[in-house]
Nanobody
Framework: QSHLVESGGGLVQSGESLRLSCTAS????????IGWFRQAPGKGREGISILSDKDSGPWYADFVKGRFSISKDNANNAFYLQMNDLTPEDTAIYYC???????????????????WGRGTQVTVSS
């Protein structure tokens, strides 16, 4: 059975950094597009960043550009989200996702057919 597990969330102060990790089992990330979504209280899930072989480079939502960075480690079957200069508006549950590169380009839309982790809480205090 394939699944993703996030780690690295926590409580930080405004301006600080966190690095989220996502470890995969049952699937080889070398053949998958990967990404991160988040869901703040009372809001829907929104795409943060996507990394796919179909694209010339990573995609970032405007609200994280210049602050967040996505990376992938195929050897360890894991990927990461480095988050810098966090603000209280970044408080949310963060989810990692993966989708086979054999399918259509991964989009920043929370499609159910993506592999989803269970999420990790990130809380930023002011």
């Amino acid at each position: 059975q394939s699944h993703l597990v996030e780690s690295g969330g926590g409580l930080v102060q405004s301006g600080e950094s966190l690095r989220l990790s996502c470890t995969a089992s049952g699937l080889s990330l070398a053949n998958y597009a990967i990404g991160w979504f988040r869901q703040a209280p009372g809001k829907g899930r929104e795409g943060i960043s996507i990394l796919s072989d179909k694209d010339s480079g990573p995609w970032y939502a405007d609200f994280v550009k210049g602050r967040f960075s996505i990376s992938k480690d195929n050897a360890n079957n894991a990927f990461y989200l480095q988050m810098n200069d966090l603000t209280p508006e970044d408080t949310a549950i963060y989810y990692c996702v993966a989708d086979s590169e054999n399918f259509a380009r991964m989009m920043p839309i929370p499609y159910e057919h993506y592999y989803w982790g269970r999420g990790t809480q990130v809380t930023v205090s002011s």
